[in-house]
């Protein structure tokens, strides 16, 4: 399921937001495993082998706008 763009959006929130996720991505907090599942490469892991992978703040940008409906982060 998709969720919808804030009112406004700025690319500085969406950075943000993206920073944000990856942040608590290296905190392994599983609350960010089913938007990273967005990601291709994490479609298929569970949530223990998301936190013990290896993640670039680009991947999380990739799948924060496949979220948001889009296909990637610069159709974002």
Not at 24 to 30: D, L, R, W
């Amino acid at each position: 399921m998709t969720r919808s763009l804030p009112d406004d959006p700025s690319l500085e929130y969406l950075k943000k937001e993206a920073k944000h996720i990856h942040r608590a991505y290296k905190s392994k907090q599983e609350s960010v495993c089913d938007m990273l599942r967005n990601h291709a490469r994490f479609k298929d892991l569970t949530s223990e082998e998301i936190l013990a992978s290896s993640i670039s703040l680009q991947e999380v940008q990739h799948a924060l706008a496949i979220d948001y409906g889009y296909d990637g982060w610069s159709a974002l």
